[in-house]
């Protein structure tokens, strides 16, 4: 029989050890999403269009697609650190009670092929995100019903601190993300990828061997040689040597509107600098930025780099776009979704280099011409390069979290000793009215 002072020990190291996993969870999906919060936009369009839903305009989504990651992402930050318990494990209980029955329904029914919980970072099939959804269920139940067991990391004193910081950084992360471009790309147009690489089938290598059997035994032999006269042909086997990929770009085209010709291998082939100006809808592309794109052009005519744009949209809204803007640039179509995962923005400008991807802009932030050196080598924001990548939002999450631990240690002590204050004066006052 286990005793009740082990009964609680493995209580509380079951309910904090759910409670950390949770955590984790709900902030990684909701990291991953916020660096690309337009992405999980996308995927709530997808969400109205699969169930049929009209109600909710495109502004509307991506204000739902910011409050559902940022929450997520903030319940998170309040599980690990332990701070408004019971409330938060009650929410954390009722979102996955929620979620697990839709990803249930999504297994079954298959309306879309990607639930987007952890946005493009990691794919899931919806069986596998039910699963996982599965054992979070769990978790947060443990976590619900065994709230006394776990003690918060900050104190109460101190967590206005934390909320405060957990909706600065979201907020920062999201606004950067959306304002720029995500400020870490999982796409397959990252910077640093080689468009010749990334949009050719890389087969599956083989070697083939000749299996002769000899008294039972079974042997493979090279093709080409012929074991002793004991041994009996028996059949041949090929063995993978290497597994090959797929294409990780499937959609690659850049069509002349007017003649049909594609243009994709030009760009593939081209040395050197090659300047790729995406409006992925000239309908609803930004207008506000059109001088600095055909001042571009103009640049990239002057020294003979390679521009081309493409856009989705039909022949009479690219004439329309030529009216209202001036653009004398060629205008390709090419496939929606190739556009959107090509760049967050429109207009975006990415900068390919033989081949390789190696800058991306927003309109708002591709550099003026001035500012572009004779080869081409433009030049972005400072402070924009600075917030890419995971390392400089890891060291944003964990240097502000332990300085809030670190004031939490003294802040508490104090708060202690005010508040039992009172109570050693209560208890001299007690004895003064005592003595005679």
Known sequence: MVSPTKKILLTTLLTNACRVLLAISFLVSGFVKAVDPTGFFYKLKEYAAAFDVTLFSDAWLLFFALVIVGAEFVLGFFLLTGIYRRPVAWLSFVAMLFYTPFTLYLWLQNPIPDCGCFGDAMRLTNEETFVKNLFLLLMAAVVCFNTSYYRRCISSGTRWIAVLFALFYIILLEGMSIGHLPVIDFRPF???????????????????????????????????????????????????????????????????????????????????YVAILVLEMVENADESRVDKINDLYDYCKEHKMPFYAATSSTEEAVALWRKRTGAEYPLYWADNDMLKTMIRANPGLLLVKDGVVVEKW????????????????????????????????????????????????????????????????????????INP
């Open 362 to 433: 927003n309109i708002h932030d591709v550099p003026a011409v001035d500012t572009m050196s004779q080869q081409g080598s433009l030049l972005g924001r400072d402070y924009v390069k600075i917030m890419r990548g995971w390392r400089f939002w890891l060291l944003l999450f964990a240097l502000p979290v332990a300085l809030i631990l670190f004031i939490d240690m003294f802040a508490a002590p104090r708060k202690k000793q005010k508040q039992a204050a009172p109570a050693v004066e209560e208890k001299t006052s007690d004895i003064n009215n």
């Open 190 to 272: 990252a910077i640093g990828t080689n468009l010749r690489e990334a949009t050719v089938d890389v087969p599956a290598q083989y070697v083939t061997y000749a299996v002769y059997e000899k008294e039972g035994e079974l042997r493979n032999f090279p093709e080409d040689s012929i074991p002793g006269d004991d041994w009996r042909y028996f059949g041949s086997r090929d063995q993978i040597t290497s597994p090959g990929r797929p294409a990780a770009i499937t959609d690659f085209c850049f069509i002349d509107l007017a003649t049909g010709y594609d243009a994709a291998e030009d760009i593939l082939s081209a040395t050197g």
